[in-house]
Nanobody, 116 residues
Framework: QVQLVESGGGLVQPGGSLRLSCAASGFTFSRYGMSWYRQAPGKERELVAS????????NYADSMKGRFTISRDNAKNTVYLQMNSLKPEDTAVYYC?????????WGQGTQVTVSS
């Protein structure tokens, strides 16, 4: 069974940090590009960051660049999102995504709330 399980979300103060993890199973993780998306209530899902299957090549949305870092550990079948200098507007459900050719998998999401 294919699974993407996000963890690490929660409540954090503005300016704080969180590290999200996505544990993958049921497919060949190292062959898939990985991404993080987020969605706030009433808004469309947006890309946060992506990383190539082998790592190295990364992309970030402009508002995330310099604050967020995506990384992966293929030996652990896990992708991470380090989130620093968090702002209230970062509040959203964050989703893990795996993509390769015609195959796309999604995690269930983890809630991140940035508030005083």
């Amino acid at each position: 069974q294919v699974q993407l399980v996000e963890s690490g979300g929660g409540l954090v103060q503005p300016g704080g940090s969180l590290r999200l993890s996505c544990a993958a199973s049921g497919f060949t993780f190292s062959r898939y590009g990985m991404s993080w998306y987020r969605q706030a209530p009433g808004k469309e899902r947006e890309l946060v960051a992506s990383i190539a299957s082998t790592g190295g090549a990364t992309n970030y949305a402009d508002s995330m660049k310099g604050r967020f870092t995506i990384s992966r550990d293929n030996a652990k079948n896990t992708v991470y999102l380090q989130m620093n200098s968090l702002k209230p507007e970062d509040t959203a459900v964050y989703y893990c995504n795996a993509a390769r050719s015609f195959t796309i998998y999604w995690g269930q999401g983890t809630q991140v709330t940035v508030s005083s």
